[in-house]
């Protein structure tokens, strides 16, 4: 109960984030310079285009006035025609979304897998030469750009050695699966269909890997920190003077309390992957809203430009949520009726 | 719980590897051999078909009535034939239409068609489709709709004999219907939405068309995944000739990406770059085995646009004196080798440019005398000149610096300014807010150089990027005006020329070099537009039924 009182709240909650990140993209969007149906039709169309296509966006009214329009139609899941693509931007955001968000969840799972193995080795053994070289690597994934792995990851796996495709999500011939979830992996079992699961797979590989480094190595670093710390606690000492083995205090009693900062980080490594995944996608061809989300900025499209924004914050939110309710599972100090999580 | 992350590690390190030792499906060897290749592709003899694949900037618009930027109108070309088809040299040739007469007052054109031209469903084209594509460009207006702004409508005779009537005579409407594509009239109908901006046509079937053709062309859309790739597959029932070692099909890749492209193209999944690439990046791609250069001619100029309304360049004296201390030879080693200066307004690939016309090169002496007799020559210091380039076009810095270096030998104090190109559309969209002087490169749409002296320098497009100098002539105008409308080419072509002088003499901009459009591309590539034999016109140098595929 009270964690349905908790999530209950926390939607409520979220609805004023969410309605405030409204007003500031669609303020920020309007406040950009160009005229954006002008830059859509280009220069040389003729006048009558432009004030038809300004009228028909409402853009000719008051920004509050155009606010109320968009406000009305966002709620019911329309949030107008695309400047880039000409077409429903609901519909954009349903083709797009899937591929990054498919993109984003295999790179959470690369780069959690890999933090809590190698932030458990280095606990494990801390201040020697393996704890040293994983901080190494720690620290130049946290200080590389996504795009410097993506354009390495690319040279050496596509180019060099020809073992990974380096475009897009299927291979030259291979259709897509009909879609229900737009994850071309999920879709492809559903329908028992392996060959194209593995293609994907296979294609996922790189661009995830890319976008995954920089989390890995934060995620790796604060489990390395938090569970040396826990291995200095009273009770670790009592454990071991008991006659615990190593390997049993480790996965008992060291790795759950430990995973609490990691997995707050995780959240938000998360959803800010999902934002950054733009040059990932770029570089890749990999066709996401993170990069339809970039070329709505470049070309002022204002109705995808808030769009997007509202689709990634709607997922920020969401995931915050959902990383409170796994941390207050994995501590039990933390009460979630008491207000809000951690 | 260690045994299940054990577990987990052990199977994602399974996965990986046999991920990265499986053949690559898109290799043209594994799709041959490769079991995974084969298994996962169903068509797998799609993939080893002879392939043209592009590299391309999104988007790509197909709608005829859309599109009209380098990638769309390479798509179009290949979707949808026109009435009359762009020659090398600047002429055309009959198309879809064989024959076409004119009235004596030139304001009715009359075509007959080939009766021969089925569209990609099978049915047959005629005059009314013509008419229909002809109305439905207009209504809706984007695209290339603007070039036919002249023309007041389209009907058909017959079943294969249309009639165009103009408002007016014109010389550019035969060279415009380039940019005609017809549409299938029935299909487009029958996928029209009745809900639109297009009263009872709906919403004119632009929803349907964005990931659909309707035309006949000699390539037809077999797979459109948005943002990712256009997939044409070749048209059997096309009434044109392909060359041989035509492509059956004809990819444009969603990416210009440096290091994207450099490895599709090492691993042979590329035949042609895109034209984006950096100098860098294609001196790194001509390093690679079997890939050349292509060098071609545009009809692009790059100009630095001096605002004459503004001081001191509102005297004509200091502009010229400017156009003689600028360095061109410089800043055409800047660019790619083959790239020339710029002989006037008109890019040289034009037809009607004038070869005769007074052209600036670097002379000090000359400066210096011109810069005596400007007004402003005492109290330059109190009139500091902004030099605007545009931010996302980093390789133009390099060329306002050596225009800011060139004028501070003559006593001109220049400032460097970078600017965003949405900012650049702002600021030039008005007089007051339009800088001293800003560098673009602008493109014609058509083969000859009416049009883009009317886009750079008549009132009627002022207040557009296309042209900062705010020349406002009226006289310039009318001349504009009158070339326009002279239907004999000889006649017109002189016309131009004339306007070319006097806008050398008034130095409204700095003519700085005609583009070379350049592009990577795999030997095995048989490609009209390297040795000169395909149209500059945008799209043309990748219609594919013209190019071979010797892979």
């Known amino acids: 109960m009270n964690l349905l009182i908790f999530i209950g709240k ?12 409204a007003i500031v993209i669609f303020a920020v969007a309007r406040i950009m310079p160009g005229d954006p149906v002008r830059l859509a039709v280009g220069s040389r169309a003729p006048q009558w285009v432009v004030d038809n296509m300004r009228e028909q966006m409402h853009l000719n009214d008051p920004i509050p006035v155009q606010f109320g329009y968009w406000l009305r139609d966002a709620a019911q899941g329309d949030f107008g025609i695309s400047l880039v693509t000409r077409r429903n ?7 797009f979304f899937p591929a990054t968000l498919e993109l984003a969840l295999f790179a959470l799972t690369i780069s959690l897998t890999g933090a809590l193995l190698l932030g458990t080795i280095a606990a494990r053994h801390k201040d020697k030469w393996i704890d040293n070289i994983i901080r190494i690597f720690s620290y130049l994934g946290i200080v590389t750009p996504s795009f410097v792995f993506a354009i390495i990851f690319i040279l050496i796996f596509a180019f060099a050695l020809d073992w990974l495709p380096a475009i897009g999500r299927l291979s030259n011939g291979v259709e897509p699966p009909p879609r229900v979830t737009g994850f071309y992996t999920i879709d492809s079992l559903l329908i028992g269909d392996l060959a194209t699961f593995w293609d994907a797979i296979r294609h996922l590989i790189l661009p995830a890997l890319a976008l995954a480094m920089a989390s890995m190595a934060q995620e790796a670093r604060i489990t390395r920190s938090s569970m040396a710390d826990n291995l200095t606690k009273d009770y670790i000492a009592s454990a ?30 998360f959803a800010a992957g999902l934002g950054n995944a733009f040059l990932v996608e770029l570089i ?17 499209d204002l109705n995808a430009i808030s769009a997007v924004i509202l689709s990634f914050g709607i997922v920020f939110v969401l995931v915050n949520l959902l990383v409170d309710i796994l941390v207050a599972r994995l501590d039990p100090r933390i009460s979630l009726s008491a207000g809000g999580g951690s | 719980m260690k045994r299940i992350v054990a577990l987990s590690l052990l199977l994602l390190l399974a996965l990986l590897l046999a991920a990265c030792g499986a053949p690559a499906a898109d290799s043209g060897a594994a799709a041959d051999s490769g079991e995974s290749a084969s298994s996962a592709a169903p068509d797998a003899g799609e993939v080893a078909s002879r392939q043209l694949r592009v590299s391309f900037s999104w988007p790509t618009f197909i709608d005829p009535a859309v599109g009209s930027d380098f990638s769309s109108g390479s798509a179009l070309v290949n979707l949808y034939d026109t009435l009359v088809f762009p020659n090398p040299d600047g002429t055309i040739s009959p198309w879809l239409a064989e024959s076409w007469e004119t009235s004596d007052d030139g304001l009715t054109w009359t075509f007959h068609l080939r009766q021969d031209v089925q569209f990609h469903d099978g049915s047959n084209l005629t005059a009314s489709d013509v008419a229909y594509s002809f109305n439905r460009l207009q209504t809706i207006g984007e695209g290339y709709g603007y070039m036919f702004s002249g023309v007041d409508g389209a009907n058909a005779v017959d079943d294969y004999t249309v009639e165009f009537t103009l408002a007016e005579p014109s010389g550019l409407f035969l060279p415009s219907l380039v940019r005609l594509y017809i549409l299938n009239e029935d299909l487009v109908r029958a996928n029209t939405a009745a809900e639109g901006s297009y009263g009872d046509n709906g ?12 035309g006949s062309g000699p390539y037809k859309v077999a797979n459109f995944q948005l943002e990712e790739f256009l997939l044409m597959e070749k048209f059997d029932g096309w009434w044109g000739d392909f060359v041989e070692n035509a492509p059956d099909q004809v990819r444009f890749i969603a990416t210009t990406e440096a290091a994207t492209v450099r490895t599709l193209m090492s691993n042979g999944e590329l035949e042609i770059s895109d034209q984006w690439q950096s100098i860098n990046a294609l001196e790194n791609l001509g390093e690679l085995e079997g890939v050349e250069i292509a060098a071609l001619p545009s009809f692009t100029e790059f100009y630095f646009m001096l605002n004459t309304r503004l001081a001191p360049l509102d005297d004509v004296h200091c502009r010229r004196a400017m156009a003689y201390a600028f360095d061109y030879d410089t800043a055409v080693s800047l660019e790619w080798p083959g790239t020339q200066q710029s002989q006037g307004p008109v890019p040289r690939a034009l037809g009607g440019h004038n070869p005769d016309v007074m052209t600036f090169s670097m002379d000090l002496d000359k400066a210096a005398e011109e810069l005596a007799q400007c007004q402003y020559a005492d109290e330059l210091d109190q009139y500091p000149v902004e030099i605007h380039w545009i931010s996302e076009v980093p390789d133009e810095e390099k060329f306002a ?44 749409d058509l083969p000859e150089a009416g049009p883009i002296l009317k886009q750079r320098y008549h009132s009627d497009t002022a207040a557009t990027w296309s042209q900062n100098e705010w020349l406002l002539d009226e006289e310039l105008d009318a001349a504009i005006d009158d070339s326009l409308t002279t239907i004999d080419q000889a006649e017109r072509f002189a016309k131009y020329a004339e306007i070319q002088d006097q806008i050398a003499e008034e130095a409204p901009s700095l003519f700085i070099y005609d583009q070379v459009q350049k592009h990577a591309y795999q030997d095995y590539v048989d490609w009209p537009a390297v040795s000169g034999d395909a149209s500059p016109l945008n799209g043309y140098f990748l219609y594919a039924a013209n190019i071979g595929v010797h892979q």
């Not at chain 1, 480790?250 to 990691?262: A, C, D, E, G, Q």
């Not at chain 2, 919403?203 to 309707?214: E, I, S």
């Open chain 1, 10 to 21: 926390r939607i409520f909650h979220a609805i004023f984030v969410i309605l405030g990140l």
């Open chain 1, 89 to 95: 931007v609901a519909e954009d955001v349903r083709e």
């Open chain 1, 240 to 269: 071991r003077a008991l006659g615990v083995s190593e390997g049993l205090i480790m996965r008992r009693f060291l790795l759950k309390p430990s995973l609490i900062p990691t997995v707050s980080i995780v959240g938000m490594d």
């Open chain 1, 284 to 300: 890749f061809n990999w066709p996401g809203l993170s990069r339809y989300g970039m070329n709505a900025m470049l070309s002022k």
């Open chain 2, 203 to 214: 919403d004119f079937g632009k929803d349907w068309l964005l990931t659909n053709d309707a």
């Open chain 2, 401 to 444: 610096l050596l225009f800011q270096a060139n004028m501070a030998e003559i006593g001109i104090p220049v400032e460097v300014v970078s600017t965003p190109w949405l900012s650049v559309v702002e600021n030039t969209s008005a007089q007051e807010t339009s800088p001293h002087i800003v560098t673009i490169y602008v493109s014609a």
